[in-house]
């Protein structure tokens, strides 16, 4: 069992397997990208994330650290003046790695590590999500400020209509209006008319 061995061996002595990712995170460095296969790239992440790290410290001891991994001056130059740029609004995760295939021969899988920006960065679903539901209650508040005095103008301007408009009538309401009014003459005349006969009559009578 491995336990608390970090690291792969890939079937090379310490020397060798040293030696071979001290050229690998100098090419890296120094053309933002490179070939290799699938498990010499996972590691390679390691050596790259510790170089970056490094540079964006940027003092002599850390310059003095990255020189004794990177072959190449030139190259450490270059990353420590461009880290804090580049990298500068990310943490951690300074490469990608993208399949490509197998090798013809040995079918090893091969892939393309490079190195990312902060421009390539992209902002967290979880903090989107949240940013959108605290927005959402503040809309709803301002939806229902701004609709209760429209609705209070709306109800003053149809009181205002009604009290200020008066009700008109149509010809045929007033023809209506006069037909009652000669039902209601001719009811109350009946009992006048009857008492006017029963007089006439008494006075034949008598």
């Known amino acids: 069992m491995r336990h608390r061995k970090s690291g792969v061996k890939l079937n090379r002595t310490t020397s060798h397997r040293q ?15 490179i070939k290799t296969t699938e498990a ?5 992440r390691r050596w790259a ?12 001891h850390a310059m003095r650290q990255a020189m004794s991994i990177v072959r190449e001056k030139e190259v450490v130059y270059k990353i ?7 990298f500068g609004a990310i943490n951690g995760g300074y490469t ?5 295939g197998r090798r013809a021969g040995d079918a090893a899988p091969l892939t393309i590590i490079e190195l990312v920006s902060a421009s390539d960065a992209k902002p967290a679903a979880g903090k989107k999500a949240k940013t959108q ?5 503040e809309a709803q508040k301002a939806e229902t400020n701004v609709s209760a005095p429209v609705a209070d103008s709306v109800a003053g301007t149809a009181a205002a209509e009604s009290d200020a408009e008066p009700a008109t009538e149509t010809p045929e309401a007033t023809a209506a209006a006069a037909d009652d009014n000669a039902q209601s003459d001719g009811t109350e005349k009946q009992p006048a008319q009857a008492a006017d006969d029963s007089g006439d009559t008494a006075d034949d009578v008598k």
Request: net charge positive; no cysteine.
């Open 19 to 33: 030696a071979m990712f001290r050229n690998m995170v100098t090419s890296l460095l120094k053309h933002d990208r």
């Open 40 to 44: 010499k790239a996972k590691e390679l």
């Open 49 to 60: 994330d510790q170089i970056i790290t490094l540079a964006k410290r940027g003092d002599l």
């Open 80 to 86: 420590f003046q461009e880290a804090g740029e580049r």
């Open 96 to 100: 990608r790695i993208f399949k490509i």
């Open 133 to 137: 539901t605290k927005a959402a209650p």
